[in-house]
């Protein structure tokens, strides 16, 4: 018998009453960018028509020749997937020159992310992060119960790198791991490798940094850096990287982290033995090598910034510069702003990322999509505020 709505809700309330640890009770769930089906229900909207710039996904898609590779893999998902990631793991190794033992792979990088906390934090100790920054870093610190210390942001909302130090010094020996992301979502916000480095070199090492690079290909040729050259001298790092970004592969959920082998041992000791499905090994693999797809969804991205921001320019809106595949503009003073805006976005069929739950009520994040797609949004967005 299937029970009838109202019989399952008082189940439910019944529940969260007498089960669950205190500190989940305590968690705030993740709130996503709003799925074009559900938009198109409750707006009334043809979903063909729907523009979402809220997730931060490449516009291009799936790279044709991961797809091609996943179809192939296909044929045998009878099978479990590799456990050890061999292949996805040799080609990764060759190109970062690091031994294959130095990387762990993720169910998305939010999975390293986790395995990080759960595998260095506790209830007693402290995760560090900045204010403004991903949204995951205290939801991994209070799902191990350990206590989360949000660092306040510098004045144009990016890492202040030495208060964070403070804040490390500050917690005695309580603080256990610190998030760094560069360049920062939803903010945008980038850290020169100098100040990166010096971080680095002046956390205790019995305090784990993990380099959040889930953005890392956006960077311009004159921002980029060598962290590989990072994770070889600081065996307290650990390098996250994204396949679901610039690789174009969100859906399949797969990421990487890169650190010494006695921080993998300890990621792999926690992880799902089979965490990496085999499709997305396959379409990972193909991703990597696929230059011509990366380059293109560069351009792609430079251009589209362009595009957004001189509109921002234009219409007189603050927007902060961005070192990622969004943008972050300021669309009103008060603190319903990005709120309204978002509704009278939706109705438009346009879906963009309000980032309240950021601490940033008067701002909105906008994803960089296809030329037409930022244009569909620019006319929106000016309708709006006419
Ligand atoms: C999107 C994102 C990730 C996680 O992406 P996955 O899909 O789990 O690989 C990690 N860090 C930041 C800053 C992100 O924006």
């Not at 008082?10 to 799925?35: D, N």
């Not at 085999?278 to 589209?304: H, M, P, T, V, Y």
Request: hydrophobic letters at 45%; a positive charge; proline letters at 6%.
């Amino acid at each position: 018998m299937i029970p009838k709505n109202n019989q399952i809700k008082l189940v439910k309330i019944r529940m969260t009453s007498k089960i669950g640890l205190k500190h989940i009770h305590a968690i705030a769930p993740y709130v996503g960018g709003r799925p074009i089906s559900e938009v198109a229900r409750e707006y009334g909207l043809d979903e063909s028509k729907i523009v979402k710039l809220a997730s931060n996904e490449n516009p291009l898609g799936m790279p044709k020749s991961a797809q091609d590779a996943m179809l192939k893999a296909a044929s045998d998902l009878g099978r479990y997937p590799d456990s050890n990631g061999f292949e996805l793991k040799n080609v990764l190794a060759a190109r970062l020159g690091v031994p294959t033992d130095w990387i762990t792979l993720g169910n998305g990088s939010n999975d390293i992310l986790e395995l990080a906390a759960r595998a260095v934090a506790q209830a007693g100790d402290e995760v560090i992060f900045s204010k403004h920054a991903f949204a995951v870093y205290p939801l991994a610190t209070q799902a191990v119960g350990a206590k989360a210390v949000e660092v306040p942001a510098t004045a144009i909302y990016g890492h202040d790198l030495p208060a964070m130090l403070a804040a490390i010094k500050l917690s005695g020996d309580k603080a256990k791991l610190v998030f760094v992301a560069n360049p920062n979502n939803p903010t945008g916000s980038y850290l020169p490798a100098k100040e990166i480095e010096d971080f680095l070199a002046a956390v205790p090492p019995n305090v784990v940094v993990v380099l959040d690079e889930a953005y890392n290909e956006y960077l311009s040729p004159e921002q980029r850096y060598d962290a590989i050259a990072w994770v070889k001298r600081f065996p307290n790092m650990i390098l996250s990287r994204s396949f679901s970004k610039a690789y174009g592969l969100a859906g399949l959920r797969i990421g990487y982290g890169v650190a010494q082998p006695h921080l993998t041992d300890l990621l792999n000791r926690i992880r799902q033995p089979f965490n990496v499905n085999s499709l997305a090994q396959a379409a990972a693999i193909a991703a990597f090598q696929d230059k011509e797809f990366l380059q293109q969804g560069f351009e792609l991205n430079r251009a589209g910034y362009i595009q957004l921001t001189k509109a921002f320019d234009e219409l007189g809106l603050k927007y902060l510069p961005s070192a990622g595949n969004f943008v972050l503009v300021k669309v009103g003073d008060d603190d319903q702003a990005g709120a309204r805006i978002n509704l009278a976005l939706l109705k438009r069929g346009i879906i963009v990322r309000p980032v309240g739950n950021y601490g940033l009520p008067q701002w909105l994040r906008i994803s960089i999509g296809l030329p037409e797609e930022n244009a569909a949004f620019i006319d929106a967005l000016k309708a709006i505020l006419a």
